[in-house]
């Protein structure tokens, strides 16, 4: 697998103000998203050392399995293949240059501490044995990628760690950021990219993904809460660096889900009433307290994610950048502010692309959703 960390954070994401100027062509590239409960595109093109915006597009996966739009889908490789040939269809998407993002609920994120004289060309044979610890898989079953977090990020003030003059300093350390993907996972992608027609050189992580869409050069500290159908996942990036990540096993799925189960109500009804009511005890009272469950939890355990990391290398979280369709919830960018004491925004991705002036506001509105699949459409024109 491409190494796509590498190419992506090495220099902190330092180079996106440079990210047009490469001689490579500008024919369309496309960002493909497929979540648990819609797929995504997005299709951008290089013009005058420009990202334009082309087309973009989203289907929910629902009908594909005979369900609900907007519910959790399991689909077999054939149903997401037809409904990712029908969206590129209703999109008119045009080319047949693509990256499709890995969900972050296939792989896992983390970070590895190693000794400092272990040397660069030491790292391919010291990672594999030092990540089996993580992965609950034999490592024949995966595939492992990394990045050497930069000692100048990697400096933390750490009261665990504080000497007196009878105390030796403690070793220096290497941190590795690992990523472990299953190699039936990746078979899967191929096979999607392969009968669909697609060509692609890699695959990528969606935090990744999100990073280069919606992180603009805060050196600060900055946690991205990824809010999707089934998960949301957090992710704590300092100068374009993945310091920690997350999974929190709820998503705007249960939100609907416990409409449905409290009111008796079908799931598609209480679909609805989560999108207009939202977190709104104007709107109505009962549903925005239902809905309150499961933000809760997740705010709650975001807080203490966020706690830990502080405590950890005694710096403080400047912003929350809130990407992924369930983000647009009513009432949850408020929510966050209060909760976190800090400043929160939506992701802004299509602000990376040119596009009429009359599709701003929409796209401005639509954007958290579209963050993964617009950073994914920018990889390829890098």
Do not use: C
């Not at 289907?59 to 519910?71: H, N, Q, R, V």
């Not at 240059?97 to 890995?102: L, M, P």
């Not at 919606?214 to 900055?222: R, W």
């Amino acid at each position: 697998m491409n190494n796509s960390l590498k190419t992506i954070i090495s220099s902190g994401l330092k180079n996106l103000s440079t990210i047009f100027t490469s001689n490579k062509s500008s024919d369309g590239s496309i960002g493909i998203d497929i979540g648990s409960s819609a797929i995504k595109v997005v299709q951008l093109k290089k013009k005058g050392g420009k990202a334009i915006l082309e087309t973009y597009g989203a289907i929910s996966l629902g009908p594909y399995g005979k369900t609900d739009i907007g519910a959790i889908t399991n689909l077999q490789t054939d149903d997401i293949i037809k409904a990712l040939i029908d969206v590129m269809k209703e999109s008119n998407i045009t080319t047949h240059s693509g990256t499709v993002a890995i969900p972050s609920s296939s792989s896992l994120i983390f970070t590895i501490s190693l000794p400092a004289k272990v040397t660069e060309d030491q790292l391919p044979t010291v990672i594999p044995i030092e990540a089996r610890k993580y992965i609950p898989v034999p490592m024949s079953e995966v595939t492992l990628d990394w990045f050497l977090i930069p000692q100048e990020i990697n400096d933390y003030k750490d009261d665990s760690m504080t000497t007196t003059s009878t105390t030796p300093p403690p070793e220096p350390k290497l941190e590795v950021l690992v990523v472990a993907i299953h190699n039936d996972i990746l078979s899967r992608y191929r096979e999607i990219l392969t009968k669909t027609d697609l060509q692609s050189d890699s695959f990528e992580m969606e935090i990744f993904s999100n990073i280069r869409s919606s992180f603009n050069y805060d050196i600060a500290p900055v946690l991205f809460m990824d809010f999707g159908a089934s998960k949301t996942k957090l992710s704590i990036v300092e100068e374009g660096v993945v310091r920690a990540f997350h999974v929190v096993n709820r998503g705007s799925h249960d939100i609907s889900k416990n409409i449905a189960s409290s009111l008796s109500i079908p799931f598609a009804e209480a679909e609805k009433l989560k999108r207009s009511v939202g977190l709104d005890s104007v709107k109505n009272a009962q549903v925005a307290d239902i809905a309150r469950l499961s933000t809760d939890y997740i705010i709650s355990n975001t807080n203490s994610i966020v706690l830990e990391y502080e405590k950890k290398y005694n710096k403080n979280i400047s912003k929350i950048i809130l990407v992924g369709g369930g983000s647009l919830l009513r009432g949850l960018i408020e929510k966050a502010t209060e909760s976190f004491h800090t400043e929160v925004v939506y992701g802004d991705p299509f602000s990376k692309a040119e596009a009429p002036a009359f599709l701003k506001p929409v796209l401005e509105l639509s954007g958290p959703e579209f963050s993964v699949a617009v950073g994914l459409a920018l990889r390829q024109l890098l």
